[in-house]
């Protein structure tokens, strides 16, 4: 599918932070874009922290309007007050747990931004994120609960995501709250494991990140002032690849600059010896060699020496593969269309064909997938998934109507 300009103009921004971009090309599309498009795509992909900084690009500078350029700057000051305010609360939280002895690895957001970008502005969060072990759940979420933090089962009703607080623990492997604070809502997701994958299911089996005890290789680094539980770089990388790949289906722009980042700026602190040997299965390989080769796009560098995703990814089909998961940048991992689209890319994710087809049966003819969906398992009867489908589906399209 062809990119709209508007996405043209935004990926031409995003690589002009790496001296990648044709400034001039650039200017030309603008010409052709309505300005309130252009925004909307900027706050849909949460990149104002991003373009704040490339507009200040002596080429680019002259051609940005007052409206654009005042847009992302009042967005980046809010992303930098939200990322200090979530940072201290989490700094805070990490303390409790310590005082309850209760083992807490803090991941994804604030340590990232801490590590990859040392600036506020730049990279917008919304949530904390802690990775537990499984047995002390109990312990934490009565911790949590008496520090004012609620499970909203409300709203989870409302979306219609019908798990219950346990059945979520249970099934996701993931306890999600809320505080209602002055400042803004604060949202803090307690993980049992890293990929979230339902217990017992297919991709589980599949990628072996949680087959880890990360708490026995975790890192200390110090956040305002405090030595706070983190993960090491090189799982931190992983956790971001398995994130942006498996996840989101290789959606959303803000996940692969994050890989530029580290990539460009960080390479050299990486251990990669121990992401070699660490992550040597031919399915963990295959996903480090599709975001290597998409970050190699974006930055224009050659990062690795050579084609690195023949060591990471060797296939015959590498080049049409690839064309289809870069072509979803733009995507958003919302909705019917993008559950069925994100459905076929993990079949087509796995490296070995084995369990490419295990992947097959547990997306479109097992009810563990649907309960992923409906938050209830539906059973195992084939044709029972089918309509569940459609349910999901006529609902979808009524609450796009709506």
């Given at each position: 599918?062809a990119?709209?300009k508007?996405?043209?103009?935004?990926?031409?921004?995003?690589?002009?932070?790496y001296?990648?971009?044709?400034a001039?090309?650039?200017?030309?599309?603008m010409a052709?874009?309505e300005?309130?498009?252009?925004?909307?795509?900027?706050?849909s992909?949460?990149?104002?922290?991003v373009?704040?900084?490339?507009?200040r690009?002596p080429e680019i500078?002259?051609?940005?309007?007052?409206?654009?350029?005042n847009?992302?700057?009042?967005?980046m000051?809010?992303?930098?007050l939200?990322?200090?305010?979530?940072e201290?609360q989490g700094?805070?939280?990490?303390?409790?747990?310590?005082?309850?002895e209760?083992?807490v690895i803090?991941?994804k957001?604030?340590?990232?931004i801490?590590?990859?970008?040392q600036?506020?502005t730049v990279?917008?969060t919304?949530?904390?994120d802690?990775?537990?072990?499984?047995?002390?759940?109990?312990?934490a979420a009565?911790?949590?609960?008496?520090l004012g933090?609620?499970?909203?089962?409300?709203?989870?009703d409302?979306r219609?995501v019908?798990?219950?607080?346990?059945e979520l623990?249970?099934?996701?492997?993931?306890?999600?709250?809320?505080?209602?604070t002055?400042?803004?809502?604060?949202?803090?997701?307690?993980?049992l494991?890293?990929?979230?994958?339902?217990?017992g299911?297919i991709?589980k089996?599949?990628?072996h990140?949680d087959?880890?005890?990360?708490?026995s290789t975790?890192?200390?680094k110090?956040?305002?002032g405090?030595?706070?539980?983190v993960?090491?770089?090189?799982?931190a990388?992983?956790?971001?690849?398995?994130?942006?790949?498996i996840?989101?289906?290789?959606?959303?722009m803000?996940?692969l600059?994050?890989l530029c980042?580290v990539?460009?700026?960080?390479?050299?602190?990486?251990?990669?010896?121990?992401?070699?040997?660490?992550?040597?299965?031919?399915?963990?390989?295959?996903?480090?060699?599709?975001?290597f080769?998409?970050?190699?796009?974006?930055?224009?560098?050659?990062?690795?020496?050579?084609?690195?995703?023949?060591?990471?990814w060797n296939?015959?089909?590498?080049?049409?593969?690839?064309?289809l998961?870069?072509s979803?940048?733009?995507?958003?991992?919302?909705g019917?269309?993008?559950?069925i689209?994100?459905?076929?890319?993990?079949?087509?994710?796995?490296s070995?064909?084995?369990d490419?087809?295990k992947?097959?049966?547990?997306?479109?003819?097992s009810?563990?997938?649907?309960?992923?969906?409906?938050?209830?398992e539906p059973?195992?009867?084939?044709?029972?998934?089918f309509?569940?489908?459609?349910?999901?589906?006529?609902?979808?399209?009524?609450?796009?109507?709506?």
């Amino acid at each position: 599918m062809a990119m709209a300009k508007e996405e043209q103009i935004i990926l031409g921004w995003v690589k002009c932070r790496y001296g990648n971009g044709d400034a001039s090309s650039i200017h030309s599309l603008m010409a052709e874009c309505e300005e309130q498009r252009l925004r909307q795509l900027i706050d849909s992909l949460r990149l104002s922290g991003v373009l704040f900084e490339v507009f200040r690009h002596p080429e680019i500078f002259p051609v940005i309007s007052k409206t654009l350029k005042n847009h992302v700057e009042a967005d980046m000051k809010r992303i930098a007050l939200e990322n200090q305010f979530l940072e201290m609360q989490g700094v805070s939280l990490i303390r409790e747990f310590e005082k309850e002895e209760i083992p807490v690895i803090w991941f994804k957001g604030n340590p990232n931004i801490n590590w990859i970008y040392q600036n506020y502005t730049v990279r917008s969060t919304s949530d904390l994120d802690f990775l537990i072990p499984p047995q002390d759940r109990k312990r934490a979420a009565e911790l949590v609960k008496r520090l004012g933090f609620k499970y909203p089962q409300q709203t989870m009703d409302t979306r219609g995501v019908v798990f219950s607080e346990e059945e979520l623990a249970e099934w996701a492997h993931e306890m999600h709250y809320i505080k209602e604070t002055p400042v803004l809502p604060l949202n803090l997701d307690l993980h049992l494991d890293l990929t979230g994958f339902p217990q017992g299911s297919i991709p589980k089996l599949i990628y072996h990140l949680d087959e880890r005890d990360w708490f026995s290789t975790y890192q200390k680094k110090e956040i305002r002032g405090s030595s706070v539980p983190v993960l090491r770089k090189e799982d931190a990388l992983m956790q971001m690849i398995v994130h942006f790949s498996i996840h989101h289906s290789f959606c959303g722009m803000k996940w692969l600059i994050d890989l530029c980042e580290v990539l460009t700026n960080h390479k050299e602190d990486l251990d990669w010896d121990y992401m070699r040997n660490e992550y040597d299965h031919p399915n963990e390989r295959k996903l480090m060699g599709i975001c290597f080769r998409m970050v190699e796009e974006i930055t224009g560098e050659n990062l690795f020496g050579g084609e690195p995703w023949h060591y990471y990814w060797n296939a015959s089909r590498v080049e049409s593969e690839y064309r289809l998961y870069r072509s979803f940048s733009f995507e958003h991992s919302k909705g019917w269309r993008a559950k069925i689209q994100g459905r076929l890319v993990k079949i087509l994710m796995p490296s070995l064909g084995r369990d490419r087809w295990k992947m097959f049966v547990y997306y479109f003819g097992s009810g563990e997938s649907i309960a992923q969906r409906t938050g209830r398992e539906p059973g195992g009867n084939v044709f029972a998934n089918f309509f569940s489908l459609i349910k999901l589906f006529v609902t979808d399209r009524k609450n796009h109507r709506n």
